[in-house]
């Protein structure tokens, strides 16, 4: 097991190049939240103004849709949903300069170039441990689309959040790598 | 013979109630089938990610909060007893008025859309529910709940097979979606399998083959071992916990089958992610 990474965003290129598929780090500082219906959006938008809802360049975007916040809670459970589903708006945003993006699952060949092409990463979360990954965001805050309910954008505070590095620029691929350990049949595809 | 009573207000408040505990807490047996996976998990990611489960369970139990922020689409299995009168208003709207008190009351998070191509628009209370109704002999009421997440039932297939591919076809598709399913799904996995009856009706049977109990075999041996075989096949896929490669894929396989068109061999593959969250009461 590598040693832990604490990493600060925004995130710049010299950070990018030091992580390594199935690095593990700890994540802080702002991050912004946006998952289907706000990626669509955001592109559409972008189509039209040339302007996005917020400045991507060094940012990462969590793929999330989170519970409602109980009384006394800065955020509900907040795991990270299936990240092939943004693949499509994904290579757009890295080349407008976002640096990060954090899900859960594989990402496609276009994503995985685009990573490559303009130096960025893909960190997966624990899928499904929503309630555990909460406590590590210490603020949220939606800056647009709130009319999208749990897929408006918000902005969140990390305090080591962890991830591990799924996809780095250099075409590392953290699932690929550690299923072809443990498999011991083939399927047909 | 006595028609027995039920009113829809006992039913919208049982409904309600047993919502929010599947959401907050995850079933004893899959717990433990979890916590003997563990030790059975070769790789120590794997095992660190299953005992991360475990606590996130925990922690979801106690301070009762979503144990996945992906509520899921409320699905109900309800047989009603043919000797039932249900008073004060229709079953329908009372199981969709509990589900609706339970993501405002639970903090659970409104994850259906009115349409799914055209606005999109969320419902904004998890309504309408989806409600499988079935008349039994009897005076009660039995309601089966699951919340499914989109994370493991996008991954989950259906294919209409012929019957020369036979057995083998039939191995062989439940393991390509598992293969597939992958990191996206959330594994370990419960696996429901529906093989026989019409196109529609092998996805039904594998929703509901989820239900039945972690490591309860099914009572046909051929069936059984089918299971049993899946299984051992499906935890060499080398997948693992949140497909970070590992041992444990799937904690278990439940199948259940159906008569079948002579010209047909429809198979459904239902995935159940960690976030294994059902539910059952009886009124």
Sequence with gaps: MSDIKKITTPLTDEVIKDLKAGDRVLLSGYVYTARDAAHKRMLEDYEKTGKLPFDVKGQVIYYVGPTPPKPGQVIGSAGPTTAYRMDKYTPKLLELGLKGTIGKGWRGPEVKEALKKHKAVYFAAYGGTAALLSKHIKSSEIIAYEDLGPEAIRKLYFEDFPVIVANDMYGGDVFEEGQKIYRKIEIDP | ?283
């Design chain 2, 1 to 283: 013979m006595m028609v027995r009573q039920i009113h829809v207000d006992e039913i919208t408040q049982k409904v309600k109630n047993m919502v929010m505990d599947a959401e907050y807490r995850l079933p004893e047996d899959f717990i433990k089938a979890l916590e003997t996976a563990e030790a059975f998990e070769e790789s120590p990611t794997g095992k660190e990610i299953i005992e991360t489960i475990l606590q996130n369970a925990r922690v979801s139990s106690t301070e009762q909060v979503a144990y996945c922020q992906d509520t899921g689409y409320p699905v109900f299995f309800v047989e009603i007893g043919q000797d039932v009168h249900i008073t004060g208003g229709s079953i329908k709207d009372a199981i969709n008025e509990g589900v609706r008190q339970a993501t405002k009351e639970g903090y659970l998070r409104a994850s259906l859309a009115f349409d799914p191509v055209f606005e999109r628009k969320n419902t904004g209370d998890n309504t309408p529910a989806l409600i499988y109704f079935d008349v039994v002999p009897g005076d009660k009421i039995k309601i089966k709940f699951a919340a499914k997440g989109g994370g493991s039932e996008n991954q989950s297939k259906q294919i209409m097979l012929k019957p020369a591919d036979g057995l083998e076809g039939v191995k062989k598709f439940v393991l390509k979606t598992i293969a597939n399913a992958g990191p996206n799904a959330c594994p370990p996995f419960t696996v429901g399998v529906g093989i026989g009856g019409t196109f529609d009706y092998s996805a039904v049977l594998a929703k509901k083959a989820l239900f039945r109990p972690i490591g309860e075999r099914h009572p046909d041996p051929r069936i059984a071992m089918l299971e049993e075989e899946l299984l051992g096949l499906a935890n060499q896929l080398g997948v693992g916990p949140l497909g970070f490669g590992g041992t444990v894929t799937a904690v278990d396989i439940k199948i259940e089958i159906a008569p079948v068109h002579i010209a047909s061999l429809p198979v459904a593959v239902n995935i159940q992610c960690h976030a294994n969250r059902h539910n059952e009461i009886e009124i």
